[in-house]
């Protein structure tokens, strides 16, 4: 069996900035949330989506915000999208398809921690995780456990990573950590791109591999005296944004496979909701009712 692993957060927003505005009755916005449904209704709709979860940033605010301050906290996410979430959760739960909504920690965690639990299951052929982010990367492992970009219908398993970061997936929190990422405001050490990280990385693998002075690196690189003295310079800061951009794997997940296999969307709360929302048209999408 495969299971999949969505991204509810990375779909809310796609949704909210993808999609025309639209107003539930009461007024309350639910054009995220409307998108939400499609998504994962057209990925129900396939006959090899047989068990699936999604994981929700509850709350913006991590501990990883207690780490760096400056981390991403939500302060740029439109109030309309912030009052989706509660929505999401329901909208998941009706369609009968397990959801954990994160407060402590991100999306992102629950996600990877599912990933490596289910993966280590001997009936689970593939875990596909479904979002494009590219943090998820790191928990890529040969074709078993894969990321799924489902905007651009892009699969990226293991040599994917390498081909496109040209590292592997066990360094990709290093990378950030040198690159930086402007999505979860973690600036990166200066001077260091994509190029010269990734070359450095594919060869040393983490950022204390890296010798402490050019004049030993053993792959060439353009400004390699600048990149040196910067890292030097910074090596503390590095590793710190390297750890703010791995991902968590040991939550509490407790659900058996078995519970994650999707019987059908429930007759009663699906439906109902739909009305709710304003959004009676997809009330009957689904193909299967429990």
């Known amino acids: 069996m495969k299971v999949h692993l969505v991204d509810g957060t990375y779909e809310l927003f796609r949704s909210h900035f993808g999609q025309p505005e639209r107003l539930a009755p009461d007024g309350m916005h639910v054009s995220a949330v409307r998108g939400l449904i499609m998504t994962l209704i057209s990925l129900l709709n396939q006959p090899e989506v047989t068990h699936i979860a999604v994981a929700f940033d509850s709350s913006i605010k991590s501990f990883r915000n207690e780490l760096l301050p400056t981390y991403k906290d939500g302060s740029d996410t439109p109030l309309e999208l912030k009052m989706q979430f509660p929505l999401a959760e329901r909208v998941v739960n009706a369609l009968g398809i397990v959801s954990w909504p994160m407060h402590d920690y991100e999306a992102d965690d629950a996600l990877a921690t599912a990933a490596l639990l289910y993966s280590k299951q001997d009936t689970v052929q593939q875990v596909i995780i479904c979002s494009p982010d590219k943090d998820l990367c790191q928990m890529v492992a040969g074709d078993q456990i894969v990321c799924l ?17 040209g590292i592997l997936p066990i360094s990709i929190p290093d990378y950030l950590g040198l690159v930086g990422d402007t999505a979860d405001n973690i600036p990166g050490i200066p001077k260091w791109g994509a190029k010269s990280s990734s070359t450095l990385l594919n060869r040393y693998i983490h950022i204390e591999g890296i010798p402490n002075t050019y004049e030993l690196w053993d792959v060439s690189v353009r400004g390699a005296a600048a990149l040196s003295l910067s890292l030097e310079d910074s090596r503390e800061e590095a590793c710190l944004y390297r750890e703010i951009a791995t991902v968590r794997t040991d939550l509490e997940i407790t659900e058996t496979l ?33």
């Not at 078995?258 to 689904?286: D, T």
């Open 149 to 165: 970009d489902r905007k651009n219908n892009l699969i990226l398993n293991e040599l994917g990573v390498l081909e496109k970061f």
């Open 258 to 290: 078995k519970e994650l296999e999707w019987l059908g969307a429930s007759k009663n709360l699906f439906p109902s909701l739909c009305r709710e929302l304003g959004l009676g048209n997809l009330s009957n999408r689904p193909q299967k009712w429990q």
